[in-house]
């Protein structure tokens, strides 16, 4: 098994690099993900489409298989794509996902669940929270400083996930926030930690480190993914597989040059950074 708690993980975010997470959907994927540096993978399913799902309990074995010993993964639990907020038939699929990935031996889970007015809800977080234990268990949200110390109080909460409420971690509007949420955090040592994501590639990535490095960042999330072509040579006229632009004959899959760049400027950082400390 697998399981960790805050504080006290296996193979942690250590000291001695920054450490670089990859979401990614497919057995082809998180070979490429791990050749080209990750330290952690985020294991989803239908990446291209609405942003993922919770994968299969067959894509986890095999990714598991296929994935070094000493590298965690991480399971999305998310029954569906478009927004948080679920039934209670949802989120009972929720709780029997995180049960069935538990077993299964995984590092640990990746979920979100908000209220209408797009808080957390804590009463559920904590139900799945205690379900996952000991396993880690990651959260994103949009209201990020409110929900830092809101699920910061369940002991279970390993991280959470953040692009500082902008499409991209690396704007300007995002910025601010995230400096403020790593300062905060590297000041409550028993607090969920900060993984800053959305938008991380290595044309974004050094703006991020030179701003976020001095206030505590020390996790990434990035997904190099893309549409590659399918190599299916029967495609009949006027139809397709409902995915539409690139998606409609083409396979997602992390790509391992695209880690390995992102991989090789965190790394360069990390050094100067500690150079100057």
């Known amino acids: 098994m697998e399981h960790t708690a805050r504080g006290s993980t296996t193979t942690s975010p250590s000291a001695e690099r920054i450490t670089v997470e990859v979401c990614i959907d497919s057995v082809e994927s998180a070979i490429a993900a791990v050749r080209g540096g990750a330290d952690r993978l985020e294991l989803c399913g239908n990446l291209g489409l609405g942003g993922g799902t919770t994968p299969s309990l067959g894509l986890y074995r095999g990714v598991r298989k296929a994935a070094p010993d000493g590298i965690p993964i991480m399971v999305m639990i998310r029954p569906r794509t478009g927004d948080f907020l679920y039934t209670d038939s949802e989120f009972s699929v929720m709780q029997e996902d995180v049960r069935a990935f538990k077993e299964a031996g995984a590092s640990g889970v990746v979920l979100g669940i908000l209220q209408k007015d797009g808080h957390i809800d804590i009463t559920r977080t904590k139900a799945l929270a205690q379900d996952a234990a000991p396993m880690q268990v990651d959260?994103?949200?949009?209201?990020?400083?409110?929900?830092?110390?809101?699920?910061?109080?369940?002991?279970?909460?390993?991280?959470?996930?953040?692009?500082?409420?902008?499409?991209?971690?690396?704007?300007?509007?995002?910025?601010?926030?995230?400096?403020?949420?790593?300062?905060?955090?590297?000041?409550?040592?028993?607090?969920?930690?900060?993984?800053?994501?959305?938008?991380?590639?290595?044309?974004?990535?050094?703006?991020?480190?030179?701003?976020?490095?001095?206030?505590?960042?020390?996790?990434?999330?990035?997904?190099?993914?893309?549409?590659?072509?399918s190599e299916m040579e029967f495609r009949r006229d006027g139809m397709g597989m409902g995915v539409g632009g690139e998606g409609e004959w083409g396979v997602w899959r992390t790509g391992e040059d695209r880690v390995r760049a992102v991989r090789e400027l965190v790394d360069k950082a990390w050094s100067e950074f500690l150079e100057k400390e």
């Open 139 to 229: 959260m994103t949200s949009q209201d990020i400083i409110t929900a830092h110390l809101d699920v910061s109080s369940i002991p279970q909460v390993t991280r959470i996930l953040t692009s500082g409420q902008a499409p991209s971690a690396s704007s300007s509007s995002a910025l601010p926030t995230l400096r403020t949420l790593l300062r905060t955090a590297s000041r409550m040592p028993s607090a969920a930690k900060v993984l800053v994501g959305s938008g991380v590639n290595a044309h974004t990535v050094g703006c991020l480190l030179t701003e976020l490095l001095p206030c505590g960042l020390r996790e990434v999330h990035l997904s190099a993914g893309g549409w590659v072509p």
